[in-house]
């Protein structure tokens, strides 16, 4: 079984900052793709940043140039950083991550339970 555990969302005021952090831990016998997703009420999950297990990186237009993503493979574990939040970045966000397991032989997705943020205006 494989276990993806957020932290660090919140309220934050609009041109705020937070980040976000996500632990893998389980039966991993490796991770490729890691990325963080987000989902507003009334709106599609959406696709906010990924980062391959190479280090490559691609953001959502809407992110570029606020948002960074970033990982640590020791610890199996992805980050977020917001910078110059804004009200439209209220949603919740999920933690994705592409596992291989000890028990089963391709990488499949996992998701972690979701983090709130809220930014006021």
């Known amino acids: 079984q494989v276990h993806l555990v957020e932290s660090g969302g919140g309220l934050v005021q609009a041109g705020g900052s937070l980040r976000l952090s996500c632990a893998a831990s389980g039966s991993i016998l490796s991770i490729n793709d890691m990325g963080w997703y987000r989902q507003a009420p009334g709106k599609q999950r959406e696709l906010v940043a990924v980062?391959?297990?190479?280090?490559?990186?691609n953001y959502a237009d809407s992110v570029k140039g606020r948002f960074t993503i970033s990982r640590d493979n020791a610890k199996n574990t992805v980050y977020l950083q917001m910078n110059s939040l804004k009200p439209e970045d209220t949603a919740v966000y999920f933690c994705?991550?592409?596992?291989?397991?000890?028990?089963?032989?391709?990488?499949?997705?996992?998701w972690g339970q979701g983090t709130q943020v809220t930014v006021s205006s």
């Open positions: 994705n991550a592409d596992i291989r397991t000890y028990y089963r032989a391709s990488y499949t997705p996992w």
């Open positions: 980062i391959r297990s190479g280090g490559i990186t």
